[in-house]
């Protein structure tokens, strides 16, 4: 069984004022990027409301990955690109989280070999205290490793904690897990029956298949 010492979750409205709080540090230091580079999929809500606060209508896309088939957990993360000249710019990258700094870091220096911009300035949420890479910019910093729950994988998330807690197959296990957790982290859900909906598609989509890393949601 792996073992979580500490879940918080965040609500919409804490992202919402993280999201500010970061965008008017950003905005404060006097930075003004011609463009913005979300990494994909976290990302993507902080990025476009740092995006409407400064005004920053360039917006760009990369996904890191960090797995591949049958399980297989990469020991650097995979840099795939999404269109896009990035020459000549100044750059803000922009993700959710930085836990161990390794997929931010690799993304600043492919971008600087690959394209030579004017300057990378790098956003995030959360730092944890885990990470050997700090952004230049950060709405809270974190001072004990935590899982942090993003409000954007609701699903995603709740299904993963489940199947690693209870180690079963059993769908109903499962499904009763995510009922309790829901209620321990206190996460407020208006209709519940979208929430089993939603369980129900990923056990019907992954719990034939292996189960995937904890791994992979250390970035």
Known sequence: MVIILRIIYISWEKVIE???KLANKIA???YEP???VVVLRGGVLPALILSDYLGVEEFYAIRAKHWGIGDEVYKEPAILWVGGDLSNKRLLIVDEVVDTGKTLKRIVDEIKNRY????IKTAVLHVKPTT?????????KINEWTWIF???SLI???YTLSIKDTESSNPQEILNKVFTLTKELGIKVK????????IKNYLKKYLHKEKRSISRYKT
């Open 34 to 36: 011609d463009a913005i």
């Open 150 to 152: 993003y409000p954007w």
């Open 116 to 119: 030579r911009p004017i300057e």
């Open 18 to 20: 993280l999201c500010y």
């Open 156 to 158: 995603e998330t709740l």
């Open 28 to 30: 404060n230091s006097g």
């Open 132 to 140: 050997t890479y700090l952004p230049d910019f950060y709405a809270e």
């Open 191 to 198: 209709d519940i029956s979208l929430l089993e909906n939603g």
